[in-house]
């Protein structure tokens, strides 16, 4: 599996696992989504790109898992996958793909935003943490 679920006092987070940068967000995006709830095999599919200019790998991390919980709630899209991953400097590029939310999305818990709270990407040891608010 490339991510699990870590209970966490009040709150819940992932553990995530890949070998490059791209294979760590992307195992976090899925298991972000995995979190917030299954729209089903039949849903309808969409796509976004987003830039974003970061400081770190943690904070890339806590805004596009924030856009991902943001697009959750305004737009009703649930975004799974990476399509692109490029970074340049300080600047990312991904592309976005996901399923719009419909009567039968299968909530599991309900996100208010990532933290930085135990936040971790290691690289090295191809594994990271994220801690939710919910």
Do not use: W
Request: net charge negative.
């Amino acid at each position: 599996m490339n991510f699990e679920i870590i209970e966490h006092t009040g709150d819940v987070g992932i553990r995530y696992f890949g070998s490059t940068i791209k294979e760590l967000f992307s195992n976090a995006l899925k298991g972000t989504a995995f979190v917030i709830g299954d729209s089903g095999p039949n849903c309808s599919r969409s796509g976004t790109q987003l830039e974003l200019q970061f400081t770190d790998y943690s904070d890339l991390m806590v805004q596009l898992i924030g856009r991902i919980i943001y697009s959750f709630e305004v737009d009703e899209i649930l975004y799974d996958s990476i399509t692109q991953f490029s970074l340049e400097g300080n600047s990312a590029r991904i592309g976005l793909e996901g399923c719009r939310v419909d009567d039968n999305f299968q909530y599991r818990y309900i996100l208010k935003a990532p933290t930085y709270h135990k936040i971790e990407i290691n690289l090295e040891k191809g594994y990271g943490i994220q801690i939710f608010d919910i």
